[in-house]
């Protein structure tokens, strides 16, 4: 039973890995797998345990993908250009400043929600709003890519974007909070469609997982805390030892991931994940109406 928990957490490592960096929606696909492949620890160790756990399992194992964002693109975010002498390069410096405030307009959507709706939140979270989106943003996906055809871009760099456009940017990022929209699709479309390329819409997106990811992983990881000391349940090893394999996974396929989708979507674009979404949201639509 162990070792097959921990393999279950392996693959979810991986399904996060490859998920979270392609556009095709990494929450929406682990909603999903828990649905088909369901942690066992509701048997284990209790139903309300198992909610409150894998709540912030399937959060919190992104930070081993954020890892392989830093690990990869160091040289471009890096700010100091000497550690010993305390110099620090204005330019990357303008570039985290724009990031953050890409990352605005998704905070604030998600403090307005978690605190005034949510039920409303909670209620998004099932199979048939996944299947919805994936299909929508599937087409979405399809129509930017035929209609922009990497043509007209407003700059060569991510770095000569402007405030007012990253902000426009993280206003597509807020979409996101409806699973199965994608945070990289969406601000990957959103790039798009105010003209960036297609490689710089792709780093763009990785950079604002950054904060955005941190940020979501934080309040998940605390809102777990709480929950154990209010209840003073104990924690079992392996939810712990479950949860470093995920990450340790997902950081290690991210970085293959990256790689990947800024090489193939140079060379092919992002339509082909339009078409995967429409297909994966067709067949959920099918299991859950016709087989669940």
């Known amino acids: 039973m162990i070792v097959f928990e921990l393999l279950k957490a392996l693959f979810y490592g991986i399904v996060e890995g490859i998920t979270e960096w392609l556009p095709i929606s990494s ?23 198992a909610a409150e756990f894998f709540e912030m399992f399937e959060v919190v194992i992104q930070l081993g993908a954020i890892a392989a964002v830093a690990v990869i693109f160091f040289d471009d975010l890096n700010p100091f250009v000497s550690v010993r002498k305390g110099f620090l390069d204005r330019g ?58 990497d043509k007209g871009e407003i700059g060569s760099s991510i770095e000569d974007i402007s405030y007012v456009r990253a902000f426009a940017i993280g206003c597509f990022q807020a979409l996101s909070i409806v699973p199965g929209t994608s945070r990289s699709g969406a601000t990957v479309l959103g790039a798009r469609c105010l003209g960036l390329s297609r490689g710089e819409s792709a780093r763009f997106s990785f950079f604002m997982a950054i904060p955005t990811m941190l940020g979501a992983s934080a309040i998940k990881a605390l809102g777990f805390f709480e929950y154990v000391s209010e209840s003073g349940v104990s924690v079992p090893a392996l939810s712990i030892v479950m949860l470093l394999t995920a990450c340790v996974s997902a950081f290690a396929v991210s970085l293959v ?36």
């Open 27 to 49: 929450t929406g696909h682990l909603i999903l797998l828990s649905e088909i492949f369901p942690l066992s620890f509701a048997t284990l160790y209790g139903g309300e345990f």
């Open 92 to 149: 990357k410096i303008g570039l985290w400043v724009k990031i953050g405030v890409a990352c605005m307009p998704s905070a604030a959507a998600g403090i307005v929600l978690q605190r005034c709706f949510p039920s409303f939140l909670d209620s998004l979270y099932d199979p048939r709003t996944v299947a919805a989106m994936l299909i929508v943003y599937g087409v979405l996906f399809i129509v930017v890519e035929r209609v922009r055809d």
């Open 257 to 292: 991931s990256i790689r990947f989708l800024m090489s193939y979507a140079a060379q092919k674009g992002f339509e082909p994940f339009g078409v995967y979404r429409i297909i994966l949201g067709l067949i959920v639509i099918l299991y859950f109406t016709f087989i669940k």
